[in-house]
């Protein structure tokens, strides 16, 4: 019997995406001057061949001078369209990703107070920017605060100019990359970074329209969104990937509220994730100790694999006419096709799996391999010695990070690709 996971599936805009595999974002870290290039083409012409029903782009930043990592492709300037040479290499970009027929979206960021000391063209010293300015806490002990000061400058209050200017580097940005030829973008508003931390009551105390209420946390969200939309083909996908809250959280009412916002202002995808540089859940380490306990009483999650399957669910009973993707965890066909046929998501996004097995979509759907041969095991990365002493929590979701970037470099240059040794 054919997979659920070979059915297409089509979005609001129009899009089809022929199955329900989608490569996730990973940051390529292949940007050297922070413009697209050869070798990243590369990379995604290798992915073009492996049956994904669509390839999420690693984070592309829209302001150069607050990047995520020193090498993410960025928006340089206000985009006029006049570039030629610019829209080029972009348009080279689309057409090696999208060259077997697979819809490529592109995940736009902007990393707010997560944005790593020299990253971008700010300098060394100058701040970063942020709803409200609250310092990065990666822990209370003397390693993790000496860290934080060294990694990371204090956050400023971003004036409503700068809102305006923010928003309109999303929107410049998006206009970019449907002039390029790609299917969408995607807002990431997870893991921390801007949008994320104007969502967050945590990170955003503002007392103006941008702040106070749920409703008004996901102004500056729905704001990016609805200009984009203005500005772009009616095929054109816009996405949005999200944290998933705990239902323990006091913010879970909240977050529903802002997901109900966003589902009502014509979003074609909500991609559930979660986790930020303060507590890296997405990629399946915590540091706090709430989750872990949450996650370790939820028997459903720990008998399949997805991290954020609870969430996916609560979001899918409110909202079941949005195209709902879930990411984190996936490493099997039958881990993927019980998150389908539970109803938990429409698609199911692969990050790690994908930097070590380009075609691994050509593996899951094919009828001729067994289920329990239809995966790929990963053990976690290795970690350097000289790291060891850092938090334990940190540095596993960094050394992760680390080494499937390592293996997207070798993917990008045609070398053979590994999975981490036990
Ligand atoms: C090398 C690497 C880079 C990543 N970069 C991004 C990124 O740019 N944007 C994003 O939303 N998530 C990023 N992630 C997180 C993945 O999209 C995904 O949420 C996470 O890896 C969990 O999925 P997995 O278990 O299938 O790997 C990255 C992960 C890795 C390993």
């Known amino acids: 019997m054919p997979s659920p996971l070979a059915d297409p599936v089509k979005l609001p805009c129009g899009l089809v995406l022929p199955n329900r595999l989608s490569k996730a974002a990973m940051a390529e870290m292949l940007a050297k001057n922070n413009k697209p290039n050869d070798t990243l083409s590369d990379a995604y012409e290798r992915w073009s061949q492996g049956g994904w029903g669509c390839i999420l782009t690693g984070n592309v930043q829209v302001d150069v001078n ?42 736009i960021c902007h990393p707010g107070r997560q944005s790593f000391r020299g990253a971008g063209k700010r300098g060394m010293f100058a701040p970063t920017i942020a709803p409200s300015a609250v310092p990065i806490n990666i822990g209370t002990g003397l390693v993790e605060r000496a860290i934080a000061a060294v990694a990371w400058t204090q956050p400023r209050e971003m004036t409503r100019g700068e809102i305006d200017t923010v928003i309109r580097q999303f929107v410049d940005t998006a206009r970019l990359m449907a002039d390029a030829g790609f299917s969408g973008v995607e807002l990431h508003a997870a893991h921390g970074y801007l949008l994320d931390q104007f969502l967050s009551s945590k990170t955003n105390r503002r007392t103006d329209e941008y702040g106070g209420t749920p409703e008004k946390r996901a102004r500056f969200v729905l704001d990016i969104l609805t200009e984009t939309r203005k500005v772009v083909p009616a095929n054109f996908a816009i996405g949005i990937k999200l944290n998933s809250a705990d239902h323990s959280s006091d913010t879970f009412e909240e977050t529903m509220t802002q997901i109900a916002l966003l589902a009502s202002a014509g979003l074609d995808f909500l991609e559930i994730s979660g986790g930020s540089y303060e507590d890296p859940r997405m990629m399946g380490h915590s540091t706090s100790a709430k989750a872990q306990v949450s996650d370790a009483k939820s028997a459903r999650t720990a008998a399949r694999e997805a991290f954020f399957l609870e969430f996916a669910h609560t979001v ?46 050509l593996l899951l759907l094919d009828e001729q391999v067994a289920d329990e041969d239809a995966k790929l095991v990963l053990e976690k990365a290795p970690v350097p010695w000289y790291a060891k002493w850092l938090p334990r929590s940190l540095i596993g979701a960094g050394a992760e990070s680390t080494y499937y970037a390592g293996q997207i470099g070798r993917l990008a240059k045609g070398l053979a690709t590994y999975a981490p040794a036990l």
């Open 316 to 361: 899918r009973e409110r909202h079941p006419d949005l195209v709902l993707m879930l990411t984190g965890g996936f490493r099997s066909r039958a881990g993927a096709e019980a998150a389908i046929n539970d109803g938990a998501c429409d698609l199911v996004g692969i990050g790690r799996p994908a930097a070590v097995d380009p075609k691994f979509p």
């Open 66 to 107: 607050h990047m995520g990592s020193p090498f993410d492709p960025a928006l340089h300037s206000e985009y006029t369209g006049k570039d030629a040479a610019l829209l080029e290499q972009w348009k080279k970009y689309a057409d090696a990703s999208q060259k077997h027929g697979t819809p490529t979206i592109v995940q």
